[in-house]
């Protein structure tokens, strides 16, 4: 069996970085590691190859030998999945899709062959014992049960280019509010020390991106400076902060409706201050937070304190190459340009290089990323370069 694994391309928003790539000679942040770990679920016998189109495009090439197509998507990455399944279609390859964005609205793709949902360490084993018994496949598989973590294999790392992506992992937190944690069923995160284990990852050589959530029905006003503090103590230097919002078939989804307190479908981009339900809390006072949270965590004096912080964490057990391809350097003395001088802020910037010069010299290409990161978050958000505290 041929298998092709294709992962859709971010539009321009916070998950896409599109603002930094051509500084720091990366193609993408993260790696599709849900999908390259449902590669490790398929048989050994299989052939199996992956396209990341944050990486490259999905050419005709890559459909004419597979018998599957696999895509594992969020809402977010819908518009490139309408194109995988129009390319696919063309050439008659059958798709198998997972991930977020099928397991809340699978009927709105009639085109795509079966679905693979919620958990896949138990859904895929069902799929695959009807091939192999020779049967055909279901168009649907479900459960609502928990898969139980230890039958998760290690994901196929061989199918990436790891030079082509930045080394980082993302954590969900979401809150640092015990109430909130339960509400959202983050049992795992409560009862500890999420700093601790933040500083952890970030020891053992790893950058953590972080995803955080307000709007809670527990959330009280209290819970916006939570988020500040925690964001700026834990060093997460990526901290993507949404509204909550409720997809299609969830708990919350079913919750909010029979409550009669949903007010559209959700926009699958929980940065955009956009809100599908009528949340507890005043939704002015919401929408305040909310934006108090990005503008005290991506003002540029606040952000550079958080590198410091991150880069006194981290422990780096890569060692990046002493040579410096003529693109990297054009793009550095770019970056030094466009933040270090024509950029407000950039006092700031300079201070961040010289207190790294001086504290983790070995990190100044770190500190440099993380700069162009800030230049891109506060592109996202339209951020002033103002010094909030």
């Given at each position: 069996?041929?298998?092709?694994?294709?992962?859709?391309?971010?539009?321009?928003?916070?998950?896409?970085?599109?603002?930094?790539?051509?500084?720091?000679?990366?193609?993408?942040?993260?790696?599709?590691?849900?999908?390259?770990?449902?590669?490790?679920?398929?048989?050994?016998?299989?052939?199996?190859?992956?396209?990341?189109?944050?990486?490259?495009?999905?050419?005709?090439?890559?459909?004419?030998?597979?018998?599957?197509?696999?895509?594992?998507?969020?809402?977010?990455?819908?518009?490139?999945?309408?194109?995988?399944?129009?390319?696919?279609?063309?050439?008659?390859?059958?798709?198998?899709?997972?991930?977020?964005?099928?397991?809340?609205?699978?009927?709105?793709?009639?085109?795509?062959?079966?679905?693979?949902?919620?958990?896949?360490?138990?859904?895929?084993?069902?799929?695959?014992?009807?091939?192999?018994?020779?049967?055909?496949?279901?168009?649907?598989?479900?459960?609502?049960?928990?898969?139980?973590?230890?039958?998760?294999?290690?994901?196929?790392?061989?199918?990436?280019?790891?030079?082509?992506?930045?080394?980082?992992?993302?954590?969900?937190?979401?809150?640092?509010?015990?109430?909130?944690?339960?509400?959202?069923?983050?049992?795992?995160?409560?009862?500890?020390?999420?700093?601790?284990?933040?500083?952890?990852?970030?020891?053992?050589?790893?950058?953590?991106?972080?995803?955080?959530?307000?709007?809670?029905?527990?959330?009280?006003?209290?819970?916006?400076?939570?988020?500040?503090?925690?964001?700026?103590?834990?060093?997460?230097?990526?901290?993507?902060?949404?509204?909550?919002?409720?997809?299609?078939?969830?708990?919350?989804?079913?919750?909010?409706?029979?409550?009669?307190?949903?007010?559209?479908?959700?926009?699958?981009?929980?940065?955009?201050?956009?809100?599908?339900?009528?949340?507890?809390?005043?939704?002015q006072e919401l929408l305040d937070g909310y934006k108090s949270i990005i503008q005290n965590i991506y003002a540029t004096k606040?952000?550079?304190?958080?590198?410091?912080?991150?880069?006194?964490?981290?422990?780096?057990?890569?060692?990046?190459?002493?040579?410096?391809?003529?693109?990297?350097?054009?793009?550095?003395?770019?970056?030094?340009?466009?933040?270090?001088?024509?950029?407000?802020?950039?006092?700031?910037?300079w201070k961040l290089l010289i207190w790294t010069l001086f504290r983790r010299p070995a990190l100044l290409k770190d500190a440099?990323?993380?700069?162009?990161?800030?230049?891109?978050?506060?592109?996202?958000?339209?951020?002033?370069?103002?010094?909030?505290?």
């Amino acid at each position: 069996m041929n298998v092709l694994l294709v992962y859709p391309q971010y539009p321009d928003s916070f998950w896409s970085f599109k603002n930094i790539m051509k500084f720091i000679s990366k193609k993408a942040t993260v790696p599709p590691l849900g999908l390259i770990t449902v590669s490790a679920m398929l048989p050994k016998t299989w052939k199996k190859k992956l396209v990341d189109m944050n990486v490259s495009a999905l050419l005709p090439a890559d459909l004419i030998w597979v018998d599957y197509v696999f895509i594992s998507a969020m809402h977010i990455q819908q518009e490139s999945v309408d194109k995988i399944i129009d390319l696919c279609l063309k050439y008659e390859v059958k798709i198998i899709a997972g991930g977020s964005l099928f397991t809340q609205e699978y009927m709105k793709y009639p085109q795509i062959d079966h679905f693979i949902l919620n958990e896949a360490e138990i859904t895929m084993p069902l799929f695959l014992k009807d091939l192999n018994a020779g049967k055909t496949p279901e168009k649907v598989y479900r459960t609502d049960h928990h898969a139980d973590i230890t039958l998760t294999p290690l994901p196929d790392f061989n199918l990436l280019s790891m030079k082509d992506y930045v080394t980082s992992t993302f954590v969900g937190i979401e809150t640092p509010d015990e109430k909130s944690l339960q509400e959202c069923n983050k049992g795992q995160n409560n009862n500890r020390d999420l700093l601790h284990s933040v500083k952890k990852i970030q020891n053992a050589g790893l950058q953590v991106s972080g995803g955080f959530i307000v709007g809670f029905d527990t959330d009280t006003a209290s819970v916006f400076q939570k988020q500040i503090d925690f964001i700026q103590q834990s060093g997460i230097v990526s901290a993507m902060v949404g509204l909550l919002n409720a997809p299609k078939n969830t708990v919350l989804y079913n919750r909010l409706k029979a409550e009669n307190r949903l007010t559209s479908e959700s926009s699958g981009n929980n940065t955009d201050t956009s809100m599908n339900f009528i949340p507890v809390m005043n939704r002015q006072e919401l929408l305040d937070g909310y934006k108090s949270i990005i503008q005290n965590i991506y003002a540029t004096k606040p952000y550079y304190k958080r590198i410091r912080r991150f880069l006194l964490n981290y422990r780096q057990i890569y060692k990046q190459k002493k040579k410096m391809e003529f693109s990297y350097l054009v793009s550095f003395f770019k970056s030094l340009f466009v933040i270090g001088i024509v950029s407000k802020g950039r006092g700031e910037y300079w201070k961040l290089l010289i207190w790294t010069l001086f504290r983790r010299p070995a990190l100044l290409k770190d500190a440099l990323t993380f700069a162009v990161y800030g230049y891109h978050f506060r592109t996202v958000y339209g951020i002033s370069n103002t010094n909030s505290n």
